[in-house]
């Protein structure tokens, strides 16, 4: 399994209104090799809010589909120059990916 972390700034207060986009029903559901995502809101920032969107993948050939995948590009597509929503300024302050392979898990033991 590969965890992959999209590290995503944005503008103070806006990282609980924008967790919701990340995780709502879409085509990632449907992709072969999805396992989940999980947001995470970074605690204590005071110059901006930090989300790490962690995708959860069987390995990295199941999330290189997704990115070349026509949903991935129309999911991340920038508005249209001089369109009402270019207008608007982004509340987006940069981001980095990161990934991960699982190397070792622990899982609480239910009785």
């Given amino acids: 399994m590969i965890v992959v972390t999209n590290r995503i700034k944005v503008k103070k207060g806006m990282g609980a209104a924008m967790a919701p986009v990340f995780t709502k029903p879409g085509p990632l ?5 999805f396992i989940k995502v999980e947001v995470l809101l970074t605690q204590n920032l005071t110059d901006y ?6 995708m959860y993948w069987d390995n990295m050939d199941s999330f290189a589909a997704w990115r070349n ?9 920038r508005p249209e120059p001089g369109s009402e929503e270019a207008k608007k300024e982004s509340p987006m302050l940069g981001s980095e990916i990161i ?3 699982v190397a070792s898990t622990k899982e609480a033991h239910k009785a």
């Fill in 29 to 33: 559901d449907t992709m072969a090799g």
């Fill in 49 to 54: 809010d930090e989300l790490n969107v962690n």
């Fill in 99 to 101: 990934t991960y392979e």
């Fill in 69 to 77: 995948s026509d949903a991935f590009k129309e999911s991340h597509k």
